[in-house]
């Protein structure tokens, strides 16, 4: 069973040190050649073209950066492709990229499966972390023992295409709101004085990870009335965090836009409500 792997980033090549570890034979190309010679001593055969790099490959995988790296890519690998060659695209891409992907490689004979990952390059290469699917599910069943030496589990959305790709830009989504969240957190902990060593041992005790589910059950359900925490409230305490952290000159990312919004749902009458209304134009 030959491999092929496009696009030797942090993720990419991981993923093939890994599967060279495991004792396959991975045909290699990247656009800046010595991204992919790199892994000529691990034992990876470097090609110079796409297209030379998926030659007579049962299986082309493809990691690069977006929608139009992928489109690029693949239409300069096709030359090469083995009919019925199946390919796997673990690319972060737009749910609609995938689905025009999917339909446009079939109509030319070829499996196009989309796998984005939740997985970081130590994840790549020990084989843990998640890697997602939807779609045909003849498709995936086909593919799935491959992919599950690749990861720590393949989590198998359903047969709607496109849903992969949606999934994992929602995660990744949550990761930017989180992380920048916590920014402002530190930037609030500095302001007062209190180290992220001390933010830390809160976090540890007073554990907000087990409110997640019941806040998002709490956002989603439309329901805003019996406040546990009125948005007058977290208004004024939102205030004392901005203030405190401008009167030391310090930096924040997201309270501000948090702050605007609040008051825009006050100035429509739900000051009184409980907080989470502030999400309520993002609920369908």
Known sequence: MAKAFLGMGLLGANFVKAMLEKGEKVQVWNRNPARAQALEASGATVLATAAEAVTGADYVHITVKDDAAVDEVLAAAAPGL??????????????????????EWKGKGFVYLHAPVFMGPANAREGSGFMLVSGNQQVIGQVQPLLEKMTGKLVNLGPEEGKAAGMKLIGNSFLVAFVAGLSDTLSL???????????GSLLGIWNPAQMLSGRLQRLSSGDYNNASWELNMARKDTQIFIDTVNAQNGSLTVLPAIAAQMDKMIGQGFGASDWTVIAKDSIK
């Open 82 to 103: 083995k009919p019925g060659a199946v390919i796997i695209d673990h690319t972060t891409t737009t749910a609609e990229g995938a689905r025009q992907r999917t339909k």
């Open 189 to 199: 902990g500095k302001a007062l004085g209190i180290s992220a060593e001390d933010i």
